[in-house]
């Protein structure tokens, strides 16, 4: 048994390398998220995660993942995914977790506002769009120190 604390830390569990016992589920509530077209299962597991904060995992890469170009994440969704990943990550930091594990997640919900904001960087309209549906989701300070650090680094 492990913390899980780096799992919050990514992007990289994926549907098809977890199992889960019912018990987990039904003691959790987790469920995947139906509001959103990417980024789902990290509804799931997170939660799940963030109340059994000590569970069982491989760090081995022991699953292959083939990615078609028509598969949903390899689309040219940059976007959408990145909203995604802003969306799930702050809605799952609004409940009780361990400091540790808050802490990794908001980086990781960092992480997915620079994404998006890069994504927008080379047209101005959009930039501005993202930046404001950042402040209304995230908070002023958490959205300028995003656009700031996108911005000096392109």
Request: glycine share 6%; proline share 3%; with cysteine.
């Amino acid at each position: 048994m492990e913390s899980v604390e780096h799992l919050f830390s990514g992007f990289f569990i994926k549907t098809s390398t977890v199992a889960v016992a019912r018990s987990l589920v039904d003691e959790t509530g987790a469920r995947f998220a139906e509001d959103v077209r990417t980024c789902e299962d990290y509804n799931f597991f997170w939660r799940a995660l963030s109340q059994r904060p000590r569970v069982k995992y491989l760090r081995s890469a022991d699953t292959r993942i083939r990615a078609t170009p028509g598969s949903l994440t390899r689309r040219k969704n940059g976007r959408e995914i990145s909203r995604d990943n802003v969306t799930i990550t702050s809605r799952i930091m609004r409940g009780p977790l361990d400091p540790a594990l808050q802490s990794s997640l908001g980086e990781t919900r960092y992480r997915a506002a620079q994404e998006l904001l890069a994504r927008s960087r080379v047209s101005g309209p959009r930039f501005l769009a993202e930046t404001s549906w950042l402040f209304k989701n995230l908070g002023g300070a958490r959205t300028c120190r995003a656009a700031l650090s996108v911005l000096v680094s392109g």
